[in-house]
T-cell receptor, first 115, second 112 residues
Framework: GENVEQHPSTLSVQEGDSAVIKCTYS??????FPWYKQELGKRPQLIID?????GEKKDQRIAVTLNKTAKHFSLHITETQPEDSAVYFC??????????????FGSGTRLLVRP | NAGVTQTPKFRVLKTGQSMTLLCAQD?????MYWYRQDPGMGLRLIHY???????AKGEVPDGYNVSRLKKQNFLLGLESAAPSQTSVYFC???????????FGDGTRLSIL
């Protein structure tokens, strides 16, 4: 069935360094890929998303890249800050015949930024 | 504009009890979703709705029922709670296809 794999499960970086989180998806029909940040005890919040007609998208210190051929997409955070510490989830959206859609989430990456 | 509101925020149940979780959104969104979040397993879709009066099963629907009698409300019911249903439950909504989901603050449910 449809599947999204996310790596690594935990990531520890020094403040100011870059962090990269990678996801692969199984359904080639997937066409929308959001990334969510979830702080401890809080709701998941969208931080960036990318659609299948775009290869890269950037928003200040955050960027996402998409390789449709390889079916993987990555989140890049540059100049990390302690407040970036959180769990990050990738997801892949696959359109369905009944006009609904299924959003499959990765299992999450716990990012720790050490001061 | 409150966004997506979930009630209650916390609840402790005994095995076999029933309860209903309420999700309300004031953004006139068509699509609404119920997820459960367990450690190390990300978010798993329980049930969803593509409009008022419609519901459909997600990835892990067993033991849950839902209703969408009004566009702004999506109810998640547990008829006979089991310890395996101890989890954090998130509701989400979106306006239409290819748009991001907006999440509520979650309901932490413990079943003893």
């Amino acid at each position: 069935g449809e599947n999204v794999e996310q790596h690594p499960s935990t990531l520890s970086v020094q403040e100011g360094d870059s962090a990269v989180i990678k996801c692969t998806y199984s359904d080639s029909a997937s066409n929308y890929f959001p990334w969510y940040k979830q702080e401890l005890g809080k709701r998941p919040q969208l931080i960036i998303d990318i659609r299948s007609n775009v290869g890269e998208k950037k928003d200040q210190r955050i960027a996402v890249t998409l390789n449709k051929t390889a079916k993987h997409f990555s989140l890049h955070i540059t100049e990390t800050q302690p407040e970036d510490s959180a769990v990050y989830f990738c997801a892949a959206h696959t359109p369905r015949m009944d006009s609904s859609y299924k959003l499959i989430f990765g299992s999450g990456t716990r990012l720790l930024v050490r001061p | 504009n409150a966004g997506v509101t979930q009630t209650p925020k916390f609840r402790v149940l005994k095995t076999g009890q029933s309860m209903t979780l309420l999700c309300a959104q004031d953004m006139n969104h068509e699509y609404m979703y119920w997820y459960r979040q367990d450690p190390g397993m990300g978010l798993r879709l329980i049930h969803y709705s593509v409009g008022e009066g419609t519901t459909a099963k997600g990835e892990v629907p067993d033991g849950y029922n839902v209703s969408r009698l009004k566009k702004q409300n999506f109810l998640l019911g547990l008829e006979s709670a089991a310890p395996s249903q101890t989890s954090v439950y998130f509701c989400a909504s979106r306006i239409n296809s290819n748009q991001p989901q907006h999440f509520g603050d979650g309901t932490r449910l413990s079943i003893l």
